[in-house]
């Protein structure tokens, strides 16, 4: 099946750019979006399709996606950003979601 | 405003069958092509996707590691989906949420999830 490998976690000071990255097999070929999840919270979508935000998502949060990586890039990054950050695709090949293991920020 | 809501008992034994409902409210669950999931997650780890249901394609799929305990259907009466997951055991112990989306557009609106426990 198929697999999205994340890094476990990310720290970023205030006001710098956080990088998130999830690797897969040919993921340039498949649609991504990730989601943030805040500590006992529902997961909330940021970015779908590999870039587009859906409404009320700040412009802070972009996507990106080329070969075997997708990122997620959180501009001027803030404490209310700290949350485990996922990717996920649709693989057509086993009519399956697949999640990655997530990625966790911590704000300096 | 479309809204979730899951609801089904928080604690079930081991060898029983887990049952939840997804009751959608802020628009009809029969009103567009979207795909109605389940999603689950244990304590302290990562998001797993259990299965989903378009009522417009009448087309379901599930997880392969869960395929031969899980059923989702749809309600349009009542405007709500379902999942049940049965010959549960302790490691089906998650926050389980429903979810609406598609294959492009991800899984937008979520509800608030609840939490499972199997234990005897």
């Known amino acids: 099946s198929y697999v999205l490998t994340q890094p476990p976690s990310v720290s970023v000071a205030p006001g710098q750019t956080g990088r998130f990255t999830c690797e897969g097999n040919k993921i340039g070929s498949k649609s991504v979006h990730w989601y943030q999840q805040k500590a006992g919270q529902a997961p909330v979508l940021v970015v779908f399709?590999?870039?587009d935000r859906p409404t009320g998502i700040p412009e802070r949060f972009s996507g990106s996606n080329s070969g075997n990586t997708a990122t997620l890039t959180i501009n001027r990054v803030e404490a209310g950003d700290e949350a485990d950050y996922y990717c996920q695709v649709w693989d057509i090949t086993s009519d399956q979601w697949v999640f990655g293991g997530g990625t966790k920020l911590t704000v300096l | 405003q479309l809204q979730l809501q899951e609801s089904g008992p928080g604690l079930v034994k081991p060898s029983e069958t887990l049952s939840l409902t997804c009751t959608v409210s802020?628009?009809?669950?029969?009103?567009?092509?979207?795909?109605w999931g389940w999603f689950r997650q244990p304590p302290g780890r990562g998001l797993e996707w259990v299965g989903n249901i378009n009522p417009h394609t009448a087309t379901t799929y599930y997880n392969p590691s869960l395929k031969s305990r899980v059923s989702i259907s749809v309600d349009t009466s009542e405007n709500h989906f379902s999942l049940r997951l049965s010959s549960v055991t302790a490691t089906d112990t998650a926050v389980y949420y429903c979810?609406?989306?598609?294959?492009?557009?991800?899984?937008?609106?979520w509800g608030p999830g609840t939490l499972v426990t199997v234990s005897s």
């Open positions: 802020g628009g009809s669950i029969s009103s567009s092509s979207y795909s």
């Open positions: 979810a609406r989306g598609s294959f492009n557009s991800g899984w937008w609106i």
């Open positions: 399709d590999d870039r």
